[in-house]
């Protein structure tokens, strides 16, 4: 009995040790979004260039957290639960990890937009995006911290107004596109950026939606809130 006892014990340290550096991982991805909108908005080349060096930062933070998740099961043959536990942390880093690419590629393409006619009001509009995005990874950071399955559901539902947020850009820069030919250029680009800030949006709902599976078990019935006017993109592409 003692040694079950010690060796929960050391499984519950090894796994604060790594639920720490997802907090410290998420910590770093909200920066990221952060600096890149705000480097967006401003054209500042110094901020987005930063956010672009940081990214190897989250990469190895990352590779680190399923390292040591990976020791963790190996070393102390979690029970089911426990194993649940592990398995939601590295689909959380592996989420945060692909957030934290796409602040980078956000960052990409502000050092070529800023070379560029400017679209005005999208640097503003993608800022309150982003903005929206960020709150909503914090709160599913937090609903991890706290184990609430309540605010996670309620970041999982935001994510229709990211989704409403990113059709309305998407007109906008239709509209610029048809009215100039010389906007065709940097609307591409900055549709490019709304649709990966929309991705965030949907990787914030991930985490979301481990967080439910973590505290009941089972992951959500009903199918994701998703706008009903969700544009035609292929002429435009993705990521």
Do not use: W
Request: aromatic share 4%.
């Amino acid at each position: 009995m003692n040694r079950d006892k010690h060796i929960s014990s050391a499984f519950d340290r090894d796994l604060e040790t790594i639920q720490a550096m997802v907090v410290k991982m998420g910590g770093m991805v909200e920066a990221a979004i952060t600096d890149a909108s705000t480097a967006l908005d401003t054209r500042d080349e110094d901020l987005a260039d930063d956010v672009r060096r940081r990214d190897k930062a989250i990469d190895l933070m990352e590779a680190q957290i399923n390292e040591d998740a990976a020791r963790l099961i190996a070393l102390r043959a979690p029970t089911a639960t426990d194993l649940r536990m592990v398995l939601a942390v590295i689909k959380i880093s592996a989420s945060l990890e692909r957030v934290g690419d796409y602040a980078k590629n956000m960052a990409k393409r502000t050092e070529v937009l800023s070379q560029m006619p400017q679209i005005e009001g999208a640097g503003i509009a993608l800022r309150r995006m982003s903005q929206a995005v960020n709150k909503m990874l914090q709160d599913a950071l937090d609903s991890y911290i706290r184990r609430d399955a309540d605010l996670a559901h309620d970041v999982r539902q935001r994510d229709l107004e990211v989704d409403q947020m990113y059709n309305a850009l998407f007109r906008e820069f239709l509209t610029h596109m048809m009215e100039d030919p010389r906007n065709i250029t940097p609307c591409m680009h900055l549709h490019f950026i709304a649709k990966n800030v929309e991705r965030m949006g949907d990787h914030a709902t991930s985490i979301a939606e481990q967080v439910i599976y973590l505290v009941t078990g089972e992951l959500p019935d009903e199918a994701r809130p998703k706008s009903n006017s969700v544009p035609v993109t292929t002429s435009l592409g993705g990521m």
